[in-house]
């Protein structure tokens, strides 16, 4: 149940290759580690938490306490929201932690991610895969004991789609990667609808989509300020395959498809027009700024950079109020 940051954040279940990625020039995970060189248990502690990918899980944990109250429109059960969010947590970590350690070739080539724990032997990979297995069990056991099955099918297929489908298998061998990985990013939204529902509706199917098709124009976006980067480590994201040009075309296609979904639950009854108006606006900032890309050339690629990362930065913005306007929708006019 792991997402993207961003082959971000936020950040799905959320390195950043297109589905973890960060803006910063180490990366979150890699300067919290980078920061922790010492032998004390606190630099021991943030070591192990850095493997988390504390920039992926918080994002991915947002969406998932989005999805609850998007699919509470009454009285909300915080126990059952509390619970949801600690398993989807733990679960979400888990699958971080074993991605770092399944990455360490790639992320020693990258300049973002060579001072992650797992890459500086700060952490050794045994450590961190038992790390790993504590956190998955922990975090399933807690989801099976007080949620429901639906949710904790929703997070182990997050995980493997995450953990076997992208990390082993797409991102290395495909350019269709970060499709793969959007599947796992749009699963805590999805845990967390189930979590409060209790069974999969049209707003379980509007809520994933429009986590999976957000993630696409984010990551597309990284993967063109990133392209050296992917090129140097072999993975073959649209970029590095297509061309930045290919790729900010898919870039405006996927926003134009997510602001469509963004803009059914008031078609289904979901939210009003408060949501609406809100969502429509920001949406429309979102297509304009893709547009305006297709236009954008630059000395070495230069100015495609700095509009790619304007772009993911308004993703990220886009993120952000698409999780707290589900949140309100139901309860808006």
């Not at 990258?110 to 990979?125: C, D, L, P, S, Y």
């Not at 061309?243 to 498809?257: E, F, N, S």
């Amino acid at each position: 149940m792991a997402a993207r940051r961003p082959p971000p954040p936020p950040r799905r279940c959320g390195g950043r290759d297109p589905v973890d990625g960060t803006g910063g020039t180490d990366g979150t995970d890699g300067a919290l580690a980078a920061r922790a060189a010492g032998s004390g248990w606190r630099d021991s502690v943030v070591r192990y938490y850095s493997l988390a990918k504390p920039g992926v899980l918080y994002g991915n944990v947002l969406t998932a306490a989005a999805g609850f109250l998007f699919a509470s429109p009454g009285r909300v059960d915080w126990f059952l929201f509390t619970a949801v969010c600690i398993g989807t947590s733990l679960v979400i970590a888990s699958a971080c932690v074993l991605n770092n350690v399944l990455d360490r070739d790639i992320d020693t080539v990258m300049e973002r991610t060579r001072k992650r724990a797992t890459v500086t032997g700060t952490v050794q990979a045994g450590r961190a895969v038992a790390y790993s297995v504590l956190l998955g069990v922990a975090g399933v056991a807690v989801l099976a004991a007080w949620t429901n099955p639906l949710v904790v099918a929703v997070g182990l297929g997050g995980y493997l789609a995450y953990v076997v489908l992208y990390g082993m298998l797409s991102k290395r061998k495909s350019v269709h990667g970060t499709l793969v990985g959007s599947i796992s990013g749009a699963a805590p939204i999805l845990g967390g609808y189930l979590g409060a529902r209790g069974a999969f509706d049209a707003g379980a199917a509007i809520a994933f989509l429009m986590l999976f098709l957000w993630q696409l124009p984010a990551f597309y976006s990284i993967s063109i300020y990133r392209q050296g980067e992917y090129a140097k480590a072999g993975v073959p994201v649209i970029s590095v395959v297509r061309g930045p040009a290919r790729a900010k075309v898919q870039i405006l296609l996927y926003t134009i498809a997510f602001t469509v979904v963004a803009l059914l639950p008031q078609v289904f009854g979901l939210a009003g027009w408060g949501y609406t108006a809100g969502m429509g606006l920001l949406c429309l900032g979102w297509i304009g700024l893709g547009w305006i890309g297709l236009g954008v050339r630059g000395q070495a690629g230069d100015a495609e950079a700095a509009w790619a990362r304007r772009m993911f930065r308004y993703a990220l913005v886009v993120l952000m109020s698409l999780s707290i306007m589900m949140a309100l929708g139901p309860r808006l006019p």
